[in-house]
């Protein structure tokens, strides 16, 4: 069973939704999670690297945790959302005094060094801006032909959500995300379009709460804080779960409608930096498509996978 699994590597800025993410990953029978990665976007990068850490050590998730970039690769990184994730990155739940320690190697350094000795393919799953990929590609070129697919969190082909053209995670290190969509290996794009169709209502929160393992709970304190900030910010009744959905769309592709475009991304400097220029109606002839972009999401099938994987987590 082991070597049909698909090797991944979550590369994260937890993050509620990231925290769900790895929930996800880390114990479903079709994924083998070899590591976890961090790098600054929600909150500074020591915050983040440490919700990783809490929730690996909350539901005996047996991974390395490796800590990356703390700025974008050229520019200047924006402002952390504590307005939505709190001080931590991850309020809501209390966590027992940090035992797990972190791995001393980079977070570039064990992309690298974990995909060129890997047998099979892996799988990049990056829930945060683009900084610890870019910068193992460029260090390693080598890696692009051991990566299967890059499956990432990111981007809009409508609406931004940090300005009117970007989203968060492209905005903070656009240079980054242009190496990504240009590298050649196969990109998976879960824009805002996708995500804000996965809106985790108080019944959703009240549905998973009736699954007594640690990660039901673990989800259930999550989301309550998650949804009481977006809706004191936004006004939504249920926030966006953005990260997740890069996982159910490897357990299950079925559940996530993509179409295939050409994506460029803007570094411009200018308005619209950072967005993904995604030609949705292809009018550019002249380039291959580069990206699957997510466009449609079963929402039924989404929850039903997170259920599910919650109830692989031990019983409390």
């Known amino acids: 069973m082991s070597d049909q699994r698909r090797k991944i590597i979550i590369d994260c800025d937890p993050g509620h939704d990231d925290a769900v993410a790895i929930m996800l990953a880390a114990r479903n029978p079709k994924l083998e999670l070899l590591g976890i990665t961090t790098v600054r976007g929600n909150q500074t990068l020591e915050k983040v690297t440490r919700n990783a850490l809490n929730i690996c050590q909350y539901l005996n998730i047996d991974v390395p945790v490796c800590k990356g970039l703390g700025e974008g690769i ?38 690298v060094e974990t995909v060129m000795a890997s047998d099979t393919p892996v799988t990049l799953v990056p829930t945060g801006p683009l900084s610890n990929i870019a910068m193992a ?77 640690t990660a039901g709970k673990l989800f259930v304190d999550l989301m309550h804080f998650f949804c009481m900030t977006q809706k004191r910010v936004f006004g939504w009744a249920g926030g966006p779960l953005h990260d997740p959905t890069t996982i159910a769309y490897l357990i299950d592709p079925s559940c996530i409608e993509t179409k295939e475009m050409y994506t460029e991304i803007d570094i411009t400097g200018g308005p619209s930096h950072g967005r993904t220029n995604c030609d949705y109606f292809n009018l550019r002839t002249d380039v291959p498509k580069n990206s699957k972009v997510a466009v449609k999401l079963d929402v039924d099938k989404f929850w039903d996978i997170v259920e599910d994987n919650l109830k692989l987590y031990d019983a409390i």
């Open 74 to 111: 050229v520019r200047m990184s924006p402002p952390v959302e504590e307005r939505v994730h709190g001080d931590s990155g991850l309020d809501g739940p209390v966590f027992a005094p940090l035992t797990k320690e972190l791995d001393p190697r980079h977070a570039v350094d064990f992309i």
């Open 137 to 213: 590609i460029k260090k390693e070129p080598k890696i692009l032909e051991k990566i299967e697919e890059i499956v990432l969190m990111g981007g809009a082909y409508q609406h931004g959500n940090v300005t009117p053209a970007a989203e968060f995670n492209i905005y903070a290190d656009a240079e980054a995300a242009y190496v990504v969509f240009t590298c050649g290996r196969p990109v998976v794009m879960m824009g805002l379009d996708l995500t804000r169709q996965a809106l985790c209502y108080p019944e959703v929160v009240e549905r998973m709460s009736k699954v007594k393992t």
